[in-house]
């Protein structure tokens, strides 16, 4: 889902689509979209970035 919406596909065929491919309701895939935020790190291996310390991330490269 998420690689079709960054392929700019529109969201009403991404979820038509797969629906049909995968069996499971318009509903489901919409619901699961709207909670992206809670997946998309796991799926793509990331981590979210930190708002407490924004010149950490720059601590830890130049240490590298």
Same mark, same amino acid.
């Given at each position: 889902?998420?690689?079709?919406?960054?392929?700019?596909?529109?969201?009403?065929?991404?979820? %038509?689509?797969? /629906?049909? $491919?995968?069996?499971?309701?318009?509903?489901?895939?919409?619901? *699961?979209?709207?909670?992206?935020?809670?997946?998309?790190?796991?799926?793509?291996?990331? %981590?979210?970035? /930190?708002? $407490?310390?924004?010149?950490?991330?720059?601590?830890?490269?130049? *240490?590298?």
């Amino acid at each position: 889902m998420y690689r079709l919406y960054i392929d700019e596909h529109n969201m009403g065929e991404i979820v %038509e689509r797969l /629906s049909v $491919k995968y069996s499971v309701s318009k509903q489901a895939l919409w619901r *699961d979209w709207q909670k992206r935020t809670q997946w998309v790190y796991d799926v793509f291996d990331l %981590e979210p970035a /930190s708002t $407490k310390d924004p010149l950490l991330a720059l601590r830890k490269a130049s *240490d590298m």
